[in-house]
């Protein structure tokens, strides 16, 4: 998902393309993803996945690669749940796991929701 299509750029220009994630895929650090998320509110766009990256020598790894696979984080709808209900908890039970990352030396790759997406599989 093109990250100017649902932040403004000073938000979207927090994510940062860096050795070692995939193609295409920006990582935010645990500063930067506070501000992305609380620039959602009054969105749709929930958060759907977080995986984590670790600092290695040559740039980023995921974290599963050093750590137990317990280093990745994802929500879904809960039947009858509202898109923006969803997309509320969803985004603050990332915030909630994002701090529970003790290494500061991290990217966080997220996959959000596009408000469109999250408004046809609600109804809302």
């Given at each position: ?5 649902i ?47 670790d ?51 991290v990217?966080?790759?997220?996959t ?13």
């Amino acid at each position: 998902m093109n990250l100017n299509s649902i932040f403004p750029p000073d938000i979207a220009t927090l994510a940062v393309a860096a050795e070692g994630l995939p193609d295409g895929v920006s990582g935010w650090t645990r500063e930067s993803l506070r501000l992305a998320l609380d620039a959602l509110r009054g969105t749709k766009i929930a958060v759907l996945e977080i995986g984590v990256y670790d600092r290695v020598i040559l740039g980023f790894a995921p974290s599963n690669t050093f750590v137990p696979a317990e280093e990745s984080w994802s929500c879904w709808p809960t039947p009858h749940e509202t898109a923006p209900d969803f997309a509320i908890r969803s985004r603050r039970e990332a915030l909630e796991w994002i701090e529970k990352i003790e290494r500061q030396e991290v990217l966080f790759v997220v996959t959000f929701s596009s408000q469109d997406t999250a408004a046809a599989a609600s109804g809302a």
